[in-house]
């Protein structure tokens, strides 16, 4: 364990993802997202291959002995990725990221709901803080009858924004459920794969032929977005959950920092007052998922049988 090296990983795998991010929104404008969620999944494939190779993990990593976990969780991450390249094409980059914040919040409601997790009263406050928080980020776009064509476009993908936070908290259930039985390898490899299949069932709502440009920033998308997860990985075999989840949210500092610098994009006060009260209720749940785990390793300890 090396926690300054995890939260090293951590942070770059950010980076990274933000820049994903930024790539998909700058081809956004022609380019539609049923298309992207394919080159975005496609072009990861290959990075993950070689990094397994060059890990010798090849062959052990890509076993799986629940291949329909893989498809369902494949299905939900997959519209959740869909969702969110949507929303990145209506609003503002700053403004996608911090109702992504979202997911963790709603994960807890899924666990209990899902996994029988018991959720007390703890955790139920942090779950309303971050609804609060959702919402006061939201507020400008849910009155759609009198806001101009432009406005209600971003009331669109505002709601798009908020359904893909909620898949991608489905999609943490789904990848808690698989951990127990399936390496790291075969989950994220297993999901480009199912990404990149579901994605061509869009062909039919219509793919474009993109322009030199798109076609470099889309293919960047998925080569990009292959190094993030592997560096993503990695950061969790260096430091515990708890040590590196809250460096998640220095996305929002550089999706500020690439809308401005890119799109011209600087975030509403509704967006940075809300992202506040939706960090706070992830930060409270991340101290208690901390707190619920060395709780069951302690257990564990007490019921495992010495020799």
Not at 40 to 60: C, K, N
Not at 278 to 302: D, M
Request: charged letters at 10%.
């Amino acid at each position: 364990m090396n926690p300054l090296r995890g939260i090293f990983y951590k942070i770059l795998s950010v980076l990274i993802f933000v820049a994903m991010a930024t790539c998909i929104k700058a081809a956004s404008g022609h380019v539609p997202p049923g298309q992207t969620v394919f080159f975005r999944s496609l072009f990861a494939i290959p990075v993950i291959l070689g990094w397994l190779f060059w890990q010798h993990d090849l062959a052990q990593g890509l076993k799986t002995s629940n291949p329909m976990g893989h498809v369902w969780r494949g299905l939900v991450g997959t519209t959740a990725m869909g969702l969110g390249f949507a929303a990145l094409g209506l609003l503002p980059l700053p403004e996608v990221t911090a109702i992504g914040y979202a997911a963790p919040v709603f994960s807890v409601i899924f666990a209990a709901m899902f996994l029988n997790e018991r959720v007390r009263a703890f955790r139920l406050a942090a779950v309303a803080l971050g609804m609060v928080g959702v919402l006061i980020i939201l507020a400008p776009r849910l009155s759609v009858v009198s806001l101009e064509e432009a406005d209600k476009l971003e009331a669109i993908g505002a709601f798009l924004m908020f359904m893909g936070a909620i898949f991608m908290a489905l999609a943490q259930i789904f990848v808690r459920k698989l951990v127990g039985q399936e390496s790291t390898a075969a989950i994220v490899f297993y999901f480009s794969i199912t990404a990149t299949l579901l994605s061509l069932l869009t062909i039919p709502f219509g793919w474009v032929v993109p322009t030199s440009t798109e076609l470099a920033l889309l293919v960047a998308a998925g080569l990009l977005g292959g190094i993030g997860q592997i560096f993503l990985t990695n950061s969790y075999r260096h430091a515990d959950t708890s040590v590196i989840a809250p460096f998640e949210y220095t996305s929002m500092l550089l999706a500020v920092a690439f809308g401005y610098w890119f799109f011209w994009e600087i975030p509403t006060t509704n967006t940075l007052y809300g992202v506040i009260l939706v960090i706070i209720a992830g930060l409270i749940i991340i101290y208690r998922e901390s707190r619920l785990g060395l709780q069951r390793s302690a257990q564990r300890k007490v019921m495992t049988p010495q020799g």
